[in-house]
């Protein structure tokens, strides 16, 4: 929703400025999500009048205008259809900065030299309408700058609202939440509705068929309108709320549902076609022709108003075209009315439409509103249209819905919300949001049914604690009541994951877990999957039994928008349904990809990325978490290319797989470059009894490190070569990385050089180099023994 920021100071009675008033409504839960000036277009742009227009040699469709700007007279050249000698108009000068990013420079077309702009509203970021040049009243001065003329000094405010929050689409309802952070109360407009003798009940009857989806619905009568463009001020914040003005009559509707929030419809009386009003269901099949000039064939979740013999208004949602206010129209019948959310979001869905008013009826309007928005539009009609306002309201209401009633109990409050507030304080706070507040110890607090929202005594206590400021309620880890919420092992891995691999280097991607099955089916042929029955899109019917499926997909549209280089991590959940062995069971995992290339940098050259970038990652996380080292154990993965395919073990338990995504399966999802990927369980990582570290001295003696290249036969696994170094060097050896792993001309074929950085360190004394020696050698004689290897020494 957006609304004048100007509106709500002038309702409010406050002067924060544009900052202030957003922090703090958003910080109520008012949100504000978006401030923008509605005069940034408008800098070095002038009122400026048309003194000549001349033709230009060859160009049918533009003129030369000589155009009077105060400081100066200049010639343009303009476009607009609309254009004539004598208008007053808005000229942007050179240096004009106007919406698209365009800064206005000198230019010559048809050899014609133009050194400004006449503007259109979209052009000046008032609307859309791009139809012709904004033409302004004759008296306008000439030279004035346009955001002095215009007052257009102002602020869009675009606010995120929760769908529980009907009250807070207006400008009262957001004025109301400003006071109210002010102690202060909202400035309601007074009503002064001047009513002639005759009776509005002479000329309408209100007759409801069916009370339970309209439990109320008013109508009056102006007489004797003169249907004209709405004045400035109106069309004003219509503009910065994002509706277009029509004219004087419906910008009055449209004027009063921003104000109040409640929508109102009015009708050219003269066409209604009788004097009775019936809201009846449609009928199955009835065809009723909307405003936007399409027909429907309607069926009963469609409300509808009539005129007692066929439909004129799609109740809450559309008007008719056959009694639409028209230039010629005289008289009018005003509708105020409460619908049922329900029937509206039927009515609304099977319709297609999505309407200011249906938003506000879906929502929950006030049905106590009714009276006031149809005098404040009967009020203005008679102002600003010259009407006349027939005496009385013929109101349809035979079931009052009445505010409801709560007891609050403030140490209840306070226990709940962990704060020491007075109970004064809470009642200050209840009433400033127009609640009828009484008792001392135990409260009774009647809640207006603008409010629907608020039906238990929590809600109140939420009320308390939003205007009082999440910022002074102690949050869930300092709180000392009820909403204490200790720090699950789960979330701290989490965020200590995320803190591991964005320092290596990594970035994170969250997914919604749903996915294609026939890719998936593809992907992981063998795992069974959870089915969505009714899925909102074809494309995304299954809950993903793996994290590669959505990394994937993540990964390709990447890649298909130019970002090719990619460290992207996942802690996510995989779906199962039940089998043989579990019920229907959600696996946390971790997911890691990488494509493309490391960054370019002048310390060094870019390299591809591969399957080691991966499991440097993995080392990070088991050195932070100290978990046992990982083992990689050849497998067979179906979407991982066979020769690069790898169980992740830990103490001989699998839980994920490594390696290089399978070309088939890259096609499949349309990626075009070598993926690698790495996918594991954390729920047995989480359940291990990790040792907690132990404080290790710095070493005191220096370490000796040593290189040792070996050729073994291609199918040894660099993980045994590993184990078996270790074993053999015993405590000696420190670190034992490899660094190198070659297949070339001076390798024979069917064997591969693996070269290995070896740390030798005691904890007692240097290390002299024969005794490195000799724990070299008998490496050397143990890889022969048990891998056939060749010490490497070219």
Request: proline share 5%; net charge negative; charged share 25%.
């Amino acid at each position: 929703m957006k609304i004048s920021y100007q509106w709500i100071l002038k309702l409010s009675g406050l002067d924060w400025p544009v900052k202030e008033m957003a922090d703090r409504l958003t910080n109520c839960g008012t949100a504000v999500e978006e401030i923008e000036p509605t005069d940034q277009y408008m800098e070095k742009v002038v009122v400026g009048a048309v003194i000549d227009l001349k033709s230009i040699k060859g160009a049918d469709k533009i003129k030369l205008a000589t155009v009077d700007v105060g400081s100066e007279t200049m010639d343009l050249i303009c476009g607009a259809p609309n254009v004539a000698v004598g208008q007053k108009v808005p000229v942007a000068l050179l240096g004009a900065k106007l919406t698209g990013d365009f800064v206005l420079k000198k230019a010559k077309i048809r050899g014609v030299e133009s050194c400004g702009m006449i503007c259109s509203e979209r052009e000046l970021g008032i609307s859309d309408d791009h139809s012709g040049i904004m033409v302004f009243d004759s008296d306008a001065p000439v030279g004035t700058p346009l955001a002095d003329y215009l007052d257009f000094h102002d602020h869009q405010l675009t606010f995120e609202l929760t769908p529980n929050r009907p009250d807070s689409m207006s400008a009262i309802g957001i004025a109301r939440d400003a006071a109210a952070l002010a102690g202060v109360s909202v400035r309601r407009p007074e009503l002064d509705v001047v009513e002639s003798s005759e009776k509005a009940s002479d000329y309408v009857s209100v007759r409801v068929d069916d009370s339970d989806v309209c439990p109320r619905y008013a109508a009056r009568i102006i007489k004797n309108v003169k249907i004209c463009s709405s004045p400035w001020w109106i069309q004003k914040k219509l503009l910065v709320s994002g509706i277009r003005p029509i004219n004087n009559i419906v910008d009055i509707t449209n004027y009063v549902l921003l104000e109040t929030g409640h929508p109102l419809h009015a009708f050219d009386y003269d066409r209604f076609g009788s004097k009775e009003v019936i809201v009846r269901r449609a009928t199955k099949g009835e065809k009723f022709t909307t405003l936007d000039g399409k027909g429907h064939d309607l069926i009963p979740d469609v409300l509808l108003i009539t005129n007692g013999k066929s439909g004129v208004a799609a109740a809450g949602v559309m008007g008719g075209l056959d009694s639409e206010v028209e230039n010629t129209t005289a008289n009018i019948l005003l509708e105020s009315a409460y619908f049922a959310p329900s029937i509206i979001r039927k009515s609304r869905k099977y319709l297609g439409f999505v309407t200011e008013s249906s938003t506000r009826f879906e929502k929950g309007a006030d049905p106590n509103g009714v009276v006031f928005a149809i005098d404040r539009a009967a009020s203005l009609m008679h102002e600003l249209c010259g009407g006349e306002v027939l005496s009385g309201i013929v109101d349809c209401y035979p079931n009052e819905i009445k505010p409801v009633t709560i007891s609050f109990r403030p140490t209840r409050c306070n226990a709940i919300l962990g704060t020491n507030l007075t109970t004064d304080r809470m009642k200050e706070i209840l009433s400033s949001l127009e609640m009828e507040v009484t008792g001392e110890d135990k409260l009774i607090v009647k809640v207006p049914t603008f409010r629907p929202d608020i039906e238990r005594e929590i809600d109140l206590i939420e009320e308390v604690a939003r205007m009082e400021g999440w910022a002074n309620i102690p949050d869930a880890i300092a709180n000392v009541g009820p909403l204490f919420t200790p720090i699950h092992r789960c979330d701290s891995f989490t965020e200590e994951t995320r803190t591991v691999l964005t320092g290596a280097g990594f970035d994170e991607i969250v997914n919604h877990g749903l996915v294609n099955s026939k890719f998936a089916k593809e992907v992981n042929p063998d795992l069974d999957q959870v089915r969505i029955v009714n899925p909102s899109s074809s494309d995304l019917d299954a809950m993903r039994n793996s994290l590669s499926l959505s990394t994937l997909v993540v990964v390709e549209h990447n890649i298909s928008h130019r970002n090719t280089d990619l460290h992207l991590f996942e802690i996510g959940t995989a779906y199962f349904p039940p089998d043989n062995h579990h019920d229907w069971r959600e696996d946390q995992r971790i997911a890691l990809a990488v494509t493309g290339n490391t960054p370019n940098g002048w310390r060094r050259t870019p390299r591809p990325l591969d399957f080691y970038d991966l499991t440097g990652a993995i080392e990070h996380l088991v050195a932070h978490f100290h978990w046992p080292a990982f083992e990689y154990v050849t497998g067979e993965i179906s979407y991982l290319e066979p020769a690069l395919s790898f169980d992740i073990r830990i103490k001989g338990q699998v839980i994920g797989s490594i390696g290089q995504v399978a070309p088939k399966i890259a096609r499949l999802a349309e990626i075009k470059q070598p993926v690698y990927m790495a996918e594991f369980s954390t729920t047995s990582l989480l359940e291990m009894n990790v040792p907690i570290p132990s404080f290790k001295p710095l070493p005191q003696f220096p370490a000796a490190p040593r290189d040792m290249a070996f050729v073994v036969d291609a199918d040894v696994l660099a993980g045994d070569l590993l184990t078996a170094i270790r074993k053999a060097a015993g405590p000696l050896a420190e670190e034992v990385n490899i660094f190198d792993l070659y297949t070339g001309k001076q390798i024979e074929k069917g064997r591969k050089s693996i070269a290995v950085a070896i740390t030798y360190r005691s904890s007692d004394r240097s290390l002299s180099g024969e005794e490195v020696d000799v724990v070299q050698d008998n490496i050397a004689v143990v890889l022969k023994k048990k891998f056939n290897a060749e010490i490497r020494d070219k």
